[in-house]
Antibody
Framework: EVQLVESGGGLVQPGGSLRLSCAAS????????MHWVRQAPGKGLEYVSA????????YYANSVKGRFTISRDNSKNTLYLQMGSLRAEDMAVYYC?????????????WGQGTLVTVSS | EIVLTQSPDFQSVTPKEKVTITCRAS??????LHWYQQKPDQSPKLLIK???QSISGVPSRFSGSGSGTDFTLTINSLEAEDAAAYYC?????????FGPGTQVDIK
């Protein structure tokens, strides 16, 4: 059974940093591109970032480019999102998601999400 | 960036009624359009991939159509459990984007 479990969310001050993790199991992690999607309280879904299966290529939404870094450790079956210069508008539930082998797919599997709160 | 618009924003529907949600892209995306259902306090669930391809385990009352810039999600014979928000998502061009969502409530 495919499982994606996010962690690392919490309260952070504006301008601060946070690293999210997504532990994957039930599939060959190193074969799949992975994604981060977020959802602000009471709002819709927003694509954040994607990374290819080998970690060589990364992609970002314009709203987070230069502030967030996606990475993965295929030996640990874990996806990461390093978030910096956090703003109030970054406050959201962050989901990791898996599609098909490449990045140009729908997202078949989602984690339960981890909440990031940005407040002083 | 490709912008996706959805209509309607909100729909209140009687059980067994047919529901149609549209998604329009600001430029052609071929068939690279996917539909999700999200119920309160749950993660999104993939309903339809690549505009019209069904997903294993998803009830057959959900179907999708369209290509290019205009897409439709149809729910035939709505059931009470279908009350949810529905989102379209394009994976044609980076950065990927989602539509703003359509809330479907049961009368």
């Amino acid at each position: 059974e495919v499982q994606l479990v996010e962690s690392g969310g919490g309260l952070v001050q504006p301008g601060g940093s946070l690293r999210l993790s997504c532990a994957a199991s039930g599939f060959t992690f190193s074969s799949y591109a992975m994604h981060w999607v977020r959802q602000a309280p009471g709002k819709g879904l927003e694509y954040v970032s994607a990374i290819t299966s080998n970690g060589v290529s990364t992609y970002y939404a314009n709203s987070v480019k230069g502030r967030f870094t996606i990475s993965r450790d295929n030996s640990k079956n874990t996806l990461y999102l390093q978030m910096g210069s956090l703003r109030a508008e970054d406050m959201a539930v962050y989901y990791c998601a898996r599609g098909n082998f490449d990045i140009f797919t729908g997202y078949y599997y989602w984690g339960q999400g981890t909440l990031v709160t940005v407040s002083s | 960036e490709i912008v996706l618009t959805q209509s309607p924003d909100f729909q209140s529907v009687t059980p067994k009624e047919k529901v149609t949600i549209t998604c329009r892209a600001s430029q052609s995306i071929g068939s690279n359009l996917h539909w999700y259902q999200q119920k309160p306090d749950q993660s999104p669930k993939l309903l339809i991939k690549y505009a019209s391809q069904s997903i294993s385990g998803v009830p057959s009352r959900f179907s999708g159509s369209g290509s290019g810039t205009d897409f439709t999600l149809t729910i035939n014979s709505l059931e009470a459990e279908d009350a949810a928000a529905y989102y379209c998502h394009q994976s044609s061009s980076l950065p990927f984007t989602f539509g703003p969502g359509t809330q479907v409530d049961i009368k």
